[in-house]
């Protein structure tokens, strides 16, 4: 029997626009030639490439009461996630992240305006993310500040109901690294999740085979994901660093690539896999998502990459 996956994240807006010939400068106007809009956020796409598997998958997260969280919470719909465990906060404005994508670099920028993403604290997201024998997932650590002192006590709370646990901290946009709401915790989450970006930032080294090898040794398992040299996995009580390549792809818009990555690996962990079968599974899940601006619009076409 799989075990059923709950995401506690991060939900907003991504507007993404693409093949532009140039970077926009002050004061001049560029064309893309492709642009989408659909919710985004790291733990929403998680949340939505498992729903399209058809994963039993539960996501908890906040939208403001503006017509946009009422949008979001009809177009999520769309890729089969039930939304009846998202919070509409009143008087707050929903997240937007706009992404900016070069195809000739595969690089992308990305700028947000947070709204309930930094506001949403603990209590208000609605009850039922602890479930006894589930698998909880979080994200966007460093983005949702009003969760982030709250993290090490969830971990804690969710290994009392003997879940698992995992979190991919994200991207820091003001640069701090500081994971100490959690660090203390380590014991308690069994997958640490960062691209090698933000773990190179949070370890502070400067080689990351050396880093993952001296980082947090009380830490059960750490995947680092790293573009296009696939992925490094530290498993406990295993010495070594093991790399898993991708497969070759052609790479279209990388956005929401990490997250695919979490969902395949999180959903061949929670059929039974090895964490070496995870890693490659999450190689799948986030090649297939890169050949796609943002994600697979609809369940088939996404089975249709993966395939």
Known sequence: MMKEIIVLGDLCWDVYLGGMRRYPEMGVEVFADHGSMKPGGSGANTAMVLAMCDYPVR????????????RILEDMAVYGLDTCWINRMAGLQTGFTVVLSYEEEQERMLVTSPGTLCKAALDDFLPGYLKKGAHLHLSSFFIQQ???PATGELLKLARMEGMTTSLDPGYDPRGGWDISAFGSSMEYLDWFMPNELEFMAISGGDDLIRAMEDFAPEL???VVKAGARGAFLRRENENGIK??????FDVLDTTCAGDSFNAGFLLSLGRGDSPEEAVLMGNRFGGACSRVMGLPKNREDFHSFIR
């Open 59 to 70: 996501f908890y997260g906040s939208v403001g009461d503006d017509s946009a969280g009422g």
């Open 146 to 148: 009003g969760l982030a």
């Open 220 to 222: 059960p398992g750490l």
């Open 243 to 248: 790399q898993f390549p991708p497969e070759p």
